[in-house]
């Protein structure tokens, strides 16, 4: 029997009722850590991986909230340290995205939601669990190809992207001190529950990356696993890039 990477962990994660982050918690439970998540109205969805996790043979703790809200981010850290007696990871994966195709047709109430959504949501949770982070303590940051490719389509989401890259780098200059690693994942197209309601499985499909398909969520858990581990020791600030072979700069 092989030796779990994650004994004894426990995690907090955002947006792992479904998707990428679904993926990431039961990986991370097969390697023997507890999880807390964090969704946003899909009680249904949440339910079915809270007892996937509890099959596993790990606690599980599921929050139902929106992490733009600093009373509910402090309400469910707090329940998280008393609960597991800790947290060793944090996974920032929650984020939303509405297409337009023309900048002026981008209406104000979508734009606030995304930045609330995807990076100050983002910010205000770090807030809070950064204290309880000790030595060896890791935070992992979901962002995205179009941070460095754009988006015709996505200006807003590409931008909070962007910035979710700077965050990453800003933070890990901070935590350094302290021992906690700072990294991000950027994947390129993947199949997952949001990116099918936005553009439907034919348009997801017509821009796939040189590797001709798109990643399963799966393949992108992968690299937050090893974000996660002693095995990535020398890497903080950075970003990975699961994306098919996409050329990226940065």
Not at 43 to 61: F, N, P, R, Y
Not at 181 to 192: K, Q, S
Not at 215 to 238: D, H, I, K, P, W
Request: glycine share 8%; charged share 25%.
């Amino acid at each position: 029997m092989k030796d779990l990477q994650l004994k004894n962990k426990s995690v907090l994660i955002t947006g792992a009722d479904s998707g990428i982050g679904k993926a990431i918690a039961l990986l991370f439970a097969k390697e023997g850590a507890d999880i807390a998540f964090i969704h946003y109205h899909d009680a249904k969805d949440a339910q079915k991986t809270s007892q996937e996790i509890e099959k596993l043979g790990h606690k599980v703790l599921s929050f139902e909230g929106d992490i733009n809200d600093s009373t509910f981010c402090k309400t469910v850290v707090d329940e998280v340290v008393s609960k597991f007696g800790g947290i060793d990871i944090l996974i920032n994966n929650a984020g939303t995205q509405v297409p337009c195709n023309a900048i002026e047709d981008l209406k104000e109430e979508d734009i606030r939601k995304t930045f609330d959504s995807n990076i100050i949501g983002m910010i205000l949770l770090t807030k809070f669990v950064f204290p309880h982070l000790k030595k060896g303590g890791v935070i992992i940051n979901t962002t995205s190809a179009t941070a460095y490719m754009g988006h015709e389509e996505l200006l807003d989401y590409s931008a909070t992207k962007g910035a979710i890259v700077s965050f990453t780098r800003s933070l890990a200059l901070q935590a350094k001190p302290k021992g906690i690693r700072v990294n991000a994942v950027a994947p390129g197209p993947v199949a997952t529950p949001l990116t099918e309601k936005t553009f439907g499985e034919e348009d997801e499909d017509q821009d796939k990356p040189p590797l001709e398909r798109n990643a399963s969520t799966e393949e992108v858990a992968a690299s937050f696993l090893f974000l996660a581990t002693e095995a990535s020791a020398q890497f903080t600030g950075q970003v990975l890039h699961p994306n098919g072979g996409l050329i990226v700069n940065g």
